[in-house]
């Protein structure tokens, strides 16, 4: 059997409509940063998402070349995922100071009509027999045959730890609406968001926005949480 991760990790990749507490495992994943509107057509998001695949898909399909991974088993290449923050300002003692996420109690708000302004780190999962070794040679093998120069791409591993999580369905715009019934229920049962700059607002899209109607995208919220004082 192929191994797909949203049908083996349920938990991870198909929650339920109402808001849940995950605790999530350390994992590998190649990635992509930048920033800007991911709607610009030919922009540096879109142009992120191409080095993304190319690698994953060369990864994939490394078991018919003659170079061999170790432990390695077929596998359905995970769905793309983001980490995404904008700059936040907030006046201190009459002088502008600008974080990168901030703690809750900084935090403004995310500015869905200024997407030129948001920051990202775009990712795809890879299994934990993927090494560094190997993913430095899918990153030369996909520039050489795909084309696309793939240097942009790190090999990262991130352990998200305890995070509340929630399937929103509908267009990215409407995610508020989403994140208002999460962080009604955070109140509720006794913890608040803890992002920073190293735990951030993270998305995982679950739908193919060229051929799924906007109303019926399903993407996956999740937030780091910390137990309320």
Do not use: N
């Given at each position: 059997m192929v191994y797909d991760f949203k049908k083996d990790s349920k938990e991870f990749y198909m929650p339920k409509s109402k808001p849940e507490i995950v605790n999530l495992p350390r994992a590998n994943y190649i990635a992509v940063r930048g920033g800007g509107d991911p709607n610009e057509k030919g922009g540096a998001y879109q142009q992120a998402i191409s080095v993304l695949y190319a690698v994953a898909y060369t990864l994939k399909m490394s078991y018919k070349?003659?170079?061999?991974i170790e432990g390695f088993f077929q596998y359905v290449v995970p769905p793309l995922e983001g980490f995404w923050w904008q700059e936040t300002q907030h006046q201190m003692d009459g002088v502008i100071r600008t974080d990168r996420a901030g703690r809750q109690e900084d935090m403004v708000g995310i500015d869905y009509g200024n997407k030129s302004t948001f920051h990202w780190i775009s990712v795809i999962r890879v299994p934990d027999f993927v090494s560094k070794k190997d993913f430095e040679w899918a990153v030369k093998m996909a520039t050489n045959k795909k084309k696309p120069d793939?240097?942009?791409?790190?090999f990262i591993t991130i352990e998200e730890?305890?995070?509340?999580?929630?399937?929103?369905?509908?267009?990215?715009?409407?995610?508020?609406?989403?994140?208002a019934i999460m962080d009604r229920f955070l109140e509720k049962s006794g913890y608040i968001n803890d992002m920073s700059a190293e735990r951030l607002h993270h998305e995982i899209y679950l739908?193919?926005?060229?051929?799924?109607?906007?109303?019926?995208?399903m993407t996956i919220i999740r937030h780091p949480i910390k137990k309320a004082e």
């Open positions: 070349t003659d170079y061999k793939c240097s942009s791409a790190e730890g305890l995070c509340a999580q929630i399937m929103h369905v509908g267009p990215f715009d409407e995610e508020p609406k989403s994140i739908s193919d926005a060229r051929k799924v109607p906007a109303d019926k995208w």
